[in-house]
């Protein structure tokens, strides 16, 4: 019926199985940010919000986001992650955030990768909107990704 891995012939989803796959090394990238008023931005920066260091707990948030992963998107594989990380830039309208995950496996982490970006996010707009409800999410993609059969992928930058 379609190409689409995620499908079977009749159309019903499925996971996909990879057990002929070979285990290689594979990496991805993902960012994403949340814009806020100045006044937010800068109690996220000064570490006075009221509900305690925004940034080490929204970092701790998207670890465990990215380990999670599989149980949250219905058809994603469990994989034993090697390694994630989130790299956290606040500015003075708000923060950037980037996750790295890696693995030793037979599928990708991109989907880990966007996940931890998004509950990082998530989690500075949780504990910051008694500042500012009007905090917005945005821009959550995937910026590079290593490993498997399909190769590397690097997103087209505008410069």
């Known amino acids: 019926m379609t190409n689409l891995t995620h499908l079977d012939e009749t159309g019903a989803a499925?996971?996909?199985?990879?057990?002929?796959?070979?285990?290689?090394?594979?990496?991805a990238i993902a960012t994403g940010?949340?814009?806020?008023?100045?006044?937010?931005?800068a109690a996220i920066r000064e570490g006075s919000v009221k509900k305690g260091d925004v940034l080490a707990v929204a970092?701790?948030?998207?670890?465990m986001a990215a380990k999670k992963t599989a149980e949250l998107i219905p058809l994603c594989?469990?994989?034993?992650?090697?390694?994630?990380?989130?790299?956290?830039?606040?500015d003075e309208t708000g923060v950037t955030a980037t996750a790295?995950?890696?693995?030793?496996?037979?599928?990708?982490?991109?989907?880990?990768?966007?996940?931890?970006?998004?509950?990082?996010?998530?989690t500075i707009y949780?504990?910051?909107?008694?500042?500012?409800?009007?905090?917005?999410?945005s821009d959550i993609h995937l910026l590079?990704?290593?490993?498997?059969?399909?190769?590397?992928w690097k997103a087209a930058t505008d410069d």
């Not at 940010?33 to 931005?41: K, L, P, V």
């Not at 590079?144 to 590397?152: H, I, L, V």
């Open 14 to 27: 499925q996971m996909v199985d990879v057990a002929g796959k070979p285990v290689t090394a594979r990496r």
């Open 33 to 41: 940010r949340i814009t806020m008023s100045r006044e937010a931005a």
């Open 59 to 63: 970092r701790v948030a998207g670890i």
């Open 77 to 90: 594989h469990p994989l034993p992650l090697t390694k994630v990380t989130i790299d956290l830039e606040p």
């Open 100 to 122: 790295t995950a890696a693995t030793d496996g037979k599928t990708g982490v991109e989907m880990e990768a966007l996940t931890a970006v998004s509950t990082t996010l998530l």
């Open 126 to 137: 949780d504990m910051a909107k008694a500042i500012d409800k009007a905090m917005k999410i």
């Open 144 to 152: 590079k990704k290593t490993g498997g059969k399909s190769g590397d």
